[in-house]
């Protein structure tokens, strides 16, 4: 009988223990970029996801990119994205940076990682521990402990309440056990309901983290691929025209030679692989490129009457803007494009410049260009290219030579310094040359077995990039 109460009690004294409510925060964490074997992802998750519950970033995406109408959806206090990256010394440390509802991180930090690409136990509990501190989270278990110390206070009501069992003298002596068998009710350690007073010393740690660094991170993401770029300058070149093989005696044909050409040049690139995915093809993307002259006269030999002169050239095409190293501003640019040239000069009261050819080339173009950062503002610029011109009118099959071929080998080299938010200015010496390789004209009036039209120059261009 008095096992039975002793029974009832403790089941009443358990259904009367306060229960917390309080949900542990919702988290969402992306994969470390840079991190090859995952082993700084599984390190954060093993961490993190006992203290919180974590919510697979695929529900916070939209086509690969960071939704965050999902995130306040799916009720994710906050996305905790990092970075694996390379000191210039050489060691590799994680920038890490928490969003919660904007791309803007709310706190952001740097660790070092140890020779095995982990980080330390003190680095993980302090991730812990601030994502605590801004986000409130309290272990679930530490919620369910929290409440129960009023336990052994509430057991002695729970006991002395049944008054019938006191009306019999054996009872009254048999009420001690119950008492002896309350104490057993407090093994929850109470050392562990006390991490919460560790928190204050996290907040004096806090001022470490620059704001700069901490926005580091997440405004890295976004930029890694490009949506569009646009540039505008002005373009500079020296054009020289010049042949071999031209039998003694033979003054038919005229090279040209302009000291200064200058005209406006335009550059576009948009990437709208880029808005499907973040992987390795969405750096593919189209190009166009335009540049022509203005006010360029050209000078007869005899007499120097000057006859208007135009000369353009336009490319466009496909490019591949790979990053081999994702923590690194370093890119590849394989592309290939149509390419046309174009020299006029016009006739002056309709009569030409004997024996002095205009340039109208067409042709596709295999090329390759690096962007080397050297800091966070200054980039090396390289680029080389080869052209085979399909079509390589007037000298040839255009009343000059009956047949011929030709081709070009290009090449620029520059720098790239940023300016301010998006803008940059690119400084780029350019070389483009086209060999020519001639038949002889059966009339005998133009002989020679090649030509090389030669355009030595630079441009200046300001880019905006998106």
Not at 359 to 365: E, F, I
């Amino acid at each position: 009988m008095h096992s039975h109460l002793r029974w009832a009690a403790a089941v009443l004294a358990a259904l009367a223990l306060p229960v917390s409510s309080e949900a542990a925060p919702r988290i969402s964490l992306a994969p470390v970029r840079g991190d090859t074997d995952a082993a700084v992802t599984r390190q954060l998750r093993s961490a993190l996801c006992g203290d919180f519950e974590c919510v697979p970033i695929s529900k916070v995406r939209t086509r690969g990119r960071l939704d965050f109408a999902k995130v306040a959806a799916q009720r994710v206090a906050g996305v905790l994205a990092g970075t694996v990256a390379t000191s210039r010394k050489g060691g590799r440390a994680l920038e890490i940076a928490l969003l919660t509802r904007s791309l803007h991180p709310v706190w952001g930090r740097s660790y070092p990682l140890g020779r095995a690409g982990a980080l330390s136990r003190e680095s993980v509990t302090d991730i812990v521990d601030q994502l605590k501190d801004r986000l409130g989270g309290v272990p679930p278990a530490l919620a369910r402990v929290e409440p129960r110390p009023p336990a052994p206070a509430a057991a002695p009501p729970v006991a002395e309440a049944p008054p019938p069992a006191l009306a019999e003298p054996p009872p009254v002596a048999a009420a001690p056990p119950p008492v002896a068998e309350a104490p057993p009710s407090p093994p929850p350690p109470r050392p562990r309901s006390e991490p919460p007073p560790v928190a204050p010393p996290r907040a004096v740690a806090e001022p470490v983290a620059p704001p700069a660094r901490a926005a580091a991170p997440g405004a890295g993401s976004p930029r890694v691929r490009l949506l569009a770029a646009l540039e505008a300058g002005a373009y500079v070149t020296q054009r020289k025209l010049s042949y071999e093989g031209i039998p003694a005696g033979n003054t038919a044909l005229r090279g040209f030679e302009a000291n200064l050409i200058s005209s406006p040049r335009f550059h576009l690139e948009l990437y709208p692989v880029s808005l499907l995915t973040e992987g390795v093809f969405g750096g593919l993307g189209v190009f166009a490129d335009y540049g022509f002259s203005v006010g360029l006269k050209t000078s007869e030999p005899a007499g120097g009457a000057k006859h208007s002169t135009s000369f353009s050239r336009l490319g466009a095409g496909l490019a591949w803007r790979l990053l081999p190293v994702s923590s690194s501003r370093f890119a590849l640019i394989p592309a290939v494009s149509y390419q046309q040239l174009k020299f006029k000069i016009e006739p002056l009261a309709g009569v030409p410049i004997a024996g002095l050819p205009d340039a109208n080339l067409s042709g596709v173009k295999a090329g390759a260009g690096a962007e080397i950062p050297l800091g966070s503002a200054v980039s090396i610029l390289l680029g080389v290219g080869y052209v085979k011109w399909t079509t390589a009118k007037d000298l040839v099959g255009d009343g000059f030579f009956p047949g011929g071929s030709a081709y070009a080998l290009e090449a620029e080299a520059g720098v790239s310094v940023a300016l301010s938010g998006l803008l940059s200015l690119r400084i780029l010496g350019e070389y483009s040359g086209t060999k020519y390789s001639l038949q002889p004209d059966p009339s005998g009036t133009y002989q020679a077995t090649g030509a090389t039209d030669r355009y030595l120059g630079g441009r200046a261009m300001l880019r905006a990039e998106l």
